[in-house]
């Protein structure tokens, strides 16, 4: 069963109140954010609740920007499943990705529908799956003077602000 919850977006509060949850289980933030350029084309993963912060370079394994961002919400959700989070609560600065996510359109480019498809199969092993979009400058796997290097070197997607609203929804078996 799949929801949506649209929230005026905060940047000073989290995705979701950590009360809420399945069962007193808390869902787990995920950020990721893709990079497609000429010094690095990969993925950033990080997840706060538990210190870690993954980058995979895909250069040479993805074709453009945009495969890039839906690479790395797959190995986020990947990545939070390996490390035992099944309740998944994800970010990503990419709004055409969260909105097919979130009302179930697969893109009709075949890189893309594979990632749809993985990404689907991967949120049926969660206990719960919820995403939203934010703004590149609140994407904790897009900032930080680590990064800035790929900033440079990425072809910047600049997301609309959206009326200033995120998008939430939430999917459960």
Do not use: C
């Not at 990545?79 to 970010?91: P, V």
């Not at 689907?120 to 799956?129: A, N, P, V």
């Not at 602000?161 to 995120?166: K, L």
């Amino acid at each position: 069963m799949a929801f949506n919850i649209l929230k005026p977006y905060n940047p000073n509060k989290s995705i979701l109140d950590k009360s809420n949850g399945i069962n007193n289980i808390p869902f787990t933030e995920i950020d990721t954010d893709g990079y497609y350029g000429p010094k690095f084309t990969g993925a950033v993963v990080v997840i706060p609740a538990i210190g870690t912060k993954k980058i995979w370079d895909l250069d040479n394994i993805v074709d453009s920007s945009i495969e890039t961002e839906w690479a790395s919400v797959g190995l986020g959700i990947r990545f939070g499943l390996d490390k035992n989070q099944t309740l998944i609560a994800l970010s990503n600065d990419n709004l055409s990705l969260v909105e097919s996510l979130i009302y179930q359109r697969p893109s009709k480019h075949d890189t893309i529908l594979f990632w749809y498809s993985e990404i689907q199969k991967m949120i049926k092993e969660t206990m719960g799956f919820k995403i939203r979009w934010v703004p590149r400058e609140n994407n904790r796997a897009g900032r930080g003077p680590e990064y800035e290097e790929i900033y440079q070197s990425h072809f910047i997607y600049k997301s609309p602000t959206h009326n200033g609203r995120s998008h939430d929804t939430v999917w459960r078996r």
